[in-house]
């Protein structure tokens, strides 16, 4: 018997213990098993579990599992073209997404779109395209900033360690200054916004005097909510005073929105808020679905300067990624998602907060923080607080039968169920939320 013939004859359980230890052992998990389906708000496991899931994959499926609008456009468009290469032939698919977002973009001077496949490649696109732009080489990042594990992703990620490890020496001509929050700041809790804003600003200056000149220095990049960094909001004071340094010294400013865009924060784009304008904004998970795809969007009139063949790859805009994306826009608008995540952001920020105020747990929380379903929460660490308490939660939820996860390196976990999640479904989840922690409160 051949062993392609014995693979497809073994049991699902027999397939993971068999498959696991030929998995690159860099993958971490956060559950073992096998998931087998997705619907909505829950996922399937072989061995019959099912849960909720508040991780949407790492905030990607927005609409839930399996959206059936979603899946059935990608299904429709496997029967019809599945690949044509972007360097060959356009395909309708990826005018018809140009065609959608364009209305949505949150500045009317980005009308410029080029779709790739995941956010460290259109992070990777948006150093190059700011090289070529500019002429200029340097780049500044934002400590707690995450922009992939690609070569120059990795070089402007600064949210943990683990991303660059060993791997160095890493792209050339990265800076970096504070993200606007107390933590990367190194500031008391209490600090004003007002002040911190001022903080940070007062370092890019100085970064300009002393490491890295303006006329060296290609771009910005940003976060407009951090995402591994711990989900934390950057004041609309600081993305204008970075615009407005952008401004005086020609350098593009570039709104990574990877995890935040797509509806995610209760508005298309996080961005928007600030009044602020990108010269490049980037997107990604949520845009597909679950589809990979991702989108860099700037001003035609720089992007009309680039030599033909000096942007592409093999699968740069596939036709059933961009057929998904292009249906996601669609049910955003028909089931009105977006006033749905208002909705229910009302509804998880009033229970976080009010466990936040609790006088048994309440204590050891330190800040109920984001925007839309793009939630976080950190607790205490120290001062008496529960050693390892993010981690110990988030088993605890698992346990219980939700699927939720920390970021960054302090004591937070995150919130990304659907945007189109149900109140029902969200009350569950904070439940169990809320049970986990006062479990682990309780043990200490």
């Known amino acids: 018997m051949s062993s392609t013939n014995a693979s497809t004859e073994r049991s699902l359980q027999d397939l993971y213990t068999w498959g696991v230890p030929h998995v690159n052992g860099g993958l971490g998990r956060v559950t073992e098993g096998l998931m087998t389906k997705g619907d909505g708000t829950y996922v399937e496991y072989a061995d019959g579990k099912r849960m909720l899931d508040f991780t949407c994959g790492i905030g990607v499926t927005n609409l839930g599992h399996a959206h059936p609008r979603v899946s059935g456009a990608a299904a429709e468009q496997c029967m019809k073209l599945v690949h044509s290469q972007c360097s060959i032939a356009l395909h309708e698919p990826y005018l018809r997404l140009i065609e959608g977002l364009l209305p949505l973009m949150p500045h009317s001077s ?19 395209m700011s090289r070529l732009f500019t002429k200029k080489q340097n780049i500044i990042c934002m400590g707690g900033g995450y922009h992939g594990r690609t070569y120059g992703a990795m070089a402007v990620t600064k949210s943990k360690t683990i991303y660059s490890e060993g791997t160095g020496p890493l792209m050339p001509g990265v800076f970096s200054i504070p993200y606007p929050y107390w933590h990367q700041c190194g500031l008391p809790q209490s600090t004003p916004t007002s002040e911190i804003t001022s903080f940070c600003l007062d370092r890019l200056s100085l970064l300009l005097s002393q490491q890295t000149s303006p006329s060296d220095t290609a771009a910005i990049i940003i976060e407009p909510v951090l995402g591994e960094g711990g989900y934390v909001s950057a004041h609309p004071e600081f993305l204008q005073g970075l615009r407005k340094v952008c401004d005086e010294h020609n350098i593009l400013l570039i709104i990574d929105e990877v995890q935040s865009g797509m509806g995610r924060t209760g508005d298309w784009w996080a961005v928007k808020e600030s009044g602020v304008k990108p010269d490049i904004l980037l997107t990604a998970k949520g845009l597909g679905n679950g589809f990979p795809i991702s989108g860099i969007i700037t001003r035609k009139e720089l ?28 049910v955003f608008k028909d089931e009105r998602v977006l006033e749905n995540v208002k909705a229910r952001e009302k509804e998880i ?32 660490s120290g001062n008496g607080a529960p050693k390892s308490m993010a ?42 939320f809320e049970e986990a922690v006062r479990e682990v409160v309780r043990e200490g």
């Open 110 to 128: 980005l009308d410029s779109f080029f779709f790739w496949n995941s956010g460290s490649e259109a992070v990777e696109m948006a150093i190059k």
């Open 303 to 330: 992007s009309d300067t680039l030599k033909k063949g000096s942007m592409g790859g093999t699968y740069a805009g596939n036709a059933v990624s961009c057929a998904a994306a292009t249906e996601v826009l669609k």
């Open 349 to 380: 920020f009033g229970v976080l907060n009010a466990l936040k105020q609790d006088g048994e747990v309440g204590k050891f929380i330190w800040d109920v923080r984001g925007k839309g379903l793009m939630v976080g929460l950190e607790f205490m």
């Open 391 to 432: 981690k110990r939660v988030t088993e605890k939820c698992i346990e219980k039968g939700m699927l939720i996860l920390t970021t960054s390196v302090f004591e937070v976990i995150r919130f990304i169920p659907p945007c189109n999640v149900s109140q029902g479904d969200l009350e569950k989840g904070c439940r169990i």
